[in-house]
């Protein structure tokens, strides 16, 4: 069972958007609407931030949001802001009944 | 408000064996899953397991079967993360998580547990 792929970093300054891709395989992204996202800052327990591709949960800006393509699954975040600094990961059930994570994407705020 | 609490931090000799835990309050603790997530120093998270508290039934990552146990009390809400022979590669943050079919929607403060001679 290998790590979802996501490119290690990604930035961006105030204000603009950004996008972080998760790759995965048809045994878990691509087979399964199961696809949550985290964000983790260093030193604090993760935060649930997207649930079911592109659901967010109570109390999570807007400015987040999901999406899903085939095999890939994508965090997109706007209006970016300093608090926004963190790292996210997303993750997958699979066909192996277990759940996976990707590798993690440092997010710089410029 | 749902919270999960874990254990302290541990220092472990190589070879000892270690139990850790997490109580869940603020919720039904047997109508969730409980996960448990490891972050070695400076990597990512990996997902290790989850017990279903209500009929202990678990399953785990390939990474991790057979090195580790997770288990439940539900009769004083608390699950746990054990092994029965530490190595210097289980230095880590452990983190507990309520599960269920959305995701981690709840977790605990993390358990850093270390190993070294």
């Known amino acids: 069972q290998s790590a979802l792929t996501q490119p290690a970093s990604v930035s961006g300054s105030p204000g603009q958007s950004i996008t972080i891709s998760c790759t995965g395989t048809?045994?878990?992204?691509?087979?399964?609407?199961?696809v949550s996202w985290y964000q983790h800052h260093p030193g604090k327990a993760p935060k649930l931030m997207i649930y079911?591709?592109?659901n967010r949960p109570s109390g999570v800006s807007n400015r987040f949001s999901g999406s899903k393509s085939g095999n890939t699954a994508s965090l997109t975040i706007s209006g970016l802001q300093a608090e926004d600094e963190a790292d996210y990961y997303c993750s997958s059930y699979t066909t192996s009944s277990t759940w996976v994570f990707g590798g993690g994407t440092k997010l710089t705020v410029l | 408000e749902v919270q999960l609490v874990q254990s302290g931090a541990e220092v472990k000799k190589p070879g000892e064996s270690l139990r850790i835990s997490c109580k869940g309050s603020?919720?039904?603790?047997?109508?969730?899953?409980i996960s448990w997530v490891r972050q070695m120093p400076g990597k990512g998270l990996e997902w290790m397991g989850r017990?279903?508290?209500?009929?202990?039934?678990?399953n785990y990552s390939p990474s991790f079967e057979g090195h580790v146990t997770i288990s439940a009390d539900k009769s004083i809400s608390t699950a746990y993360l054990q092994w029965n022979s530490l190595k210097a590669s289980d230095t880590a943050m452990y983190y507990c998580?309520?599960?269920?079919?959305?995701?981690?929607?709840?977790w605990g403060q993390g358990t850093l547990v270390t190993i070294s001679s």
């Open positions: 998580a309520r599960a269920d079919w959305i995701g981690l929607d709840y």
């Open positions: 048809r045994s878990d992204v691509g087979g399964y609407n199961y």
């Open positions: 079911d591709v592109s």
């Open positions: 603020g919720y039904k603790f047997t109508s969730y899953w």
């Open positions: 017990i279903d508290p209500g009929d202990s039934y678990t």
